[in-house]
């Protein structure tokens, strides 16, 4: 094998790595996550990156919660629903993979601690 087919080979994997991520990247984008609290009487959804989409509060809670309780179980649901969106962020991250590499989420994590280590600033994990 020469150079040149060793430089298409290589291409067509990036090609073929790159489409795959796109791909992969689209359908985590197009997911949607819930949290719940007060035995699923309380139910956010938020999006892949986190944002609140619907909050949906059953006329049970409503009625049985106080105020403060209410708007303690929101924000428990609401957290509940972003754990699940960066969890699966880093599970996805794990699995793309450049090339035959390191994952994305491998390489992204060493920068993030060097960057950490380096400037004495904690990045927030979501």
Do not use: C, Y
């Not at 020469?2 to 090609?15: F, I, N, Y």
């Not at 944002?51 to 809670?61: F, I, K, Q, R, T």
């Not at 303690?72 to 969106?85: L, M, R």
């Amino acid at each position: 094998m020469d150079e040149m087919d060793e430089l298409r080979r290589l291409s067509e994997q990036l090609a073929g790595a790159s489409a795959e991520t796109e791909a992969t990247m689209a359908e985590w984008g197009a997911r949607r996550f819930t949290g719940t609290a007060d035995k699923g009487g309380v139910v956010a959804t938020v999006d892949a990156v986190g944002n609140l989409l619907a909050l949906d509060v059953s006329v049970v809670s409503k009625r049985r919660l106080d105020g403060v309780t209410l708007g303690d179980a929101v924000i428990v649901a609401i957290h509940a629903a972003e754990q699940a969106a960066a969890e699966a962020k880093d599970a996805m991250m794990r699995e793309l993979r450049v090339g035959w590499g390191p994952g994305l989420g491998d390489l992204f994590g060493d920068a993030q601690r060097s960057f950490e280590a380096r400037s004495g600033i904690r990045i927030d994990p979501r």
